[in-house]
């Protein structure tokens, strides 16, 4: 996979994946993807003007142990022998966000892992509301677990590679993905509900999930930057959510919380 790193666009101005990469204090980018190098050179010809750092890159094999309970990988060459019984979830290195390198997925599968993987959670098959899916890697790693879990995102292309992942892993039977966007759609019932999104769109779905808030009903709140958690911790707090364990990685938190 080539990436190609610009001044920020709207991503309607091409017809390739993309994302767009926000860090504090620095002006949002835009990246583009291709496993081609032929279209992104066409497009740096094309928007020179407007590049602000160029990487053609490929993307390398990634390995991400969470304790014993689940290993997810791109490549199952090379796994370490106490490695081989554990649960495994192949993701392809694609273009769409969430291989399980960036602490914000990170630290989801951590927390998810727990969740269904704990004595109260065994009773019934658990279903999971992956709310921003990207590749599928949470809802994927919730079926391999043994829940059924359903992957909403906003991005078409990102459901596609969600659809590769699951075919992958031969998980049809237990996911189900579609391109839904989750400030909007109706929000069906779920015993765990997955949200690595940003600050603001948490803060504006925290009210969406009042029917959610019942006993037993976990919720993971991810890509929060250190400084933002505060206002998300009021929120939830208003709406009667609370807080189970606080994870950090880096600047960025994950947030758990039960009814
Ligand atoms: C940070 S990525 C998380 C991907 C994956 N769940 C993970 O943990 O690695 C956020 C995803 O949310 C999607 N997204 C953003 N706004 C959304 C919305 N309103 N409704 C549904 N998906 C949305 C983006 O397209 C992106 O794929």
Redesign the pocket.
């Known amino acids: 996979m080539y990436a190609l790193e610009l001044n920020r666009l709207p991503s309607s101005f091409i017809n390739l994946p993309s ?1 767009v990469i926000e860090t504090i204090g620095q002006a949002p980018k835009l990246q583009i993807y291709s496993p081609h190098l032929r279209p992104l050179r066409l497009l740096q010809k094309l928007h020179r003007g407007r590049i602000r750092k160029l990487i053609l890159r490929t993307s390398s094999p990634f390995q991400l142990r969470i304790g014993k309970r689940l290993l997810v990988t791109s490549d199952n060459r090379n796994i370490p022998a106490i490695y081989r019984s554990v649960p495994r979830l192949k993701i392809r290195a694609g273009p ?5 390198e ?1 602490a ?2 990170h630290l ?1 599968l951590r927390y998810l892992t727990k969740f269904l993987t704990s004595p109260r959670s065994s009773r019934t098959t658990p279903k999971v509301l ?6 599928g ?2 809802a994927l790693a919730c079926a391999r677990l043994g829940a059924h879990a359903e ?5 078409s292309s ?1 459901i596609q590679e969600a659809q590769r992942n699951r075919q992958l892993n031969r998980l049809a039977p237990r996911t189900h993905f579609r391109v ?5 759609s109706a929000l069906p019932p779920a015993h765990l509900i ?1 949200a ?3 600050d603001s ?1 948490l803060l504006h779905l925290l009210p969406r999930l009042e029917k959610h808030r019942k006993a037993g009903t976990g919720l993971i709140l ?2 929060i930057l250190s400084g933002q958690e505060k206002q998300i911790l009021r929120t939830a707090h208003k709406l009667g959510w609370k807080l189970q364990h606080r994870g950090r990685l880096g600047r960025w938190f994950c947030l758990q919380f039960c009814a």
């Open positions: 994302a769409a966000f969430g291989t399980g960036h914000t997925t989801c992956d709310l921003g899916c990207g590749s890697i949470l992957g909403w995102d906003n991005d990102a839904a966007d989750a400030l909007r997955l690595n999104l940003y769109l991810s890509g």
